[in-house]
């Protein structure tokens, strides 16, 4: 990707988001209160090879919408991260890649391209009309989860990255505490 495709994708899925954000607050704290969903998905939480600045974007803007709802939850504002995963929205047609690398031909990088442009509709199975039906709902209660994964496979990629992100920190508990005082 060149520079400019980076900050074009961190700039539309976490600068742009952040700054609607900010501009919302102010007025939702003066009328005692709000929702703010923000458009996550299951890459927000997971890694797939080919969405490197995808990621990085959502990844972002799981970290500010975690924090922030922490700073404004004594206003009654409420943020939701929606966590859909493969819905039938005609996203996959829309991705855009970078040139293929040959060096990159015969790894995860090459197989995930192969099958993203061969995926149709089939491929996807959630429903976009049961998905905004879902976050409407999560609009009316009182308190709102931080996040709503929503799809088989997105709960499935998130327990399994979660797993393996706690396996990883538990072994490295006695590491973790070596670096303190030993006064």
Known sequence: MT???IRDQVEVLLLAPMLITRAFLQPMREQGGGRIIQISSMGGQVGIPTHSSYHAGKWGLEGFTES??????DFDIHLTLVEPGGTRTGFASALRYTAETAVYRDTAVGRIRRHLATADASTFTGD??????VIYD???RPNPPL???????TYS????????????LESQEELAASVAFTE
């Open 68 to 73: 922030v709802s922490r700073e404004v939850s």
């Open 128 to 133: 976009p009309a049961r998905l905004a039906a």
């Open 147 to 153: 996040r709503l994964a929503l799809g088989s496979d």
């Open 157 to 168: 990629a998130i327990h399994t990255a979660l797993t393996e992100r706690i396996t990883a």
């Open 138 to 140: 999560t609009t009316r």
């Open 3 to 5: 520079v400019q495709q």
